[in-house]
């Protein structure tokens, strides 16, 4: 069976009678690291973003003109 890399796409054989190795689902260490390394990235961006809601700020507050 062949999967592919979630890193980079390049196939990576799968063998029942051989056991899977640590870096699994991808074809090396490397790239499971890459991957890891972007989501974590991802998180921290989101967690870093700050919107005037989280500042307790209505947008919709000074909208209102009645
Ligand atoms: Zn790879």
Redesign the pocket.
């Known amino acids: 069976m062949r999967i592919p890399?979630?890193?980079?796409?390049?196939r990576?054989e799968t063998r029942e009678d051989v056991p899977l190795p640590p870096y699994f689902p991808?074809?090396?260490e490397?790239?499971?690291l890459?991957d890891l390394g972007k989501w974590f990235n991802e998180e921290f961006r989101v967690g870093r973003a700050v919107e005037p809601k989280d500042l307790g700020a209505d947008p919709d507050e000074g909208l209102r003109s009645d």
Not at 5 to 10: L, T
């Open positions: 890399c979630r890193a980079c796409g390049k990576v991808f074809c090396s490397r790239c499971r890459v």
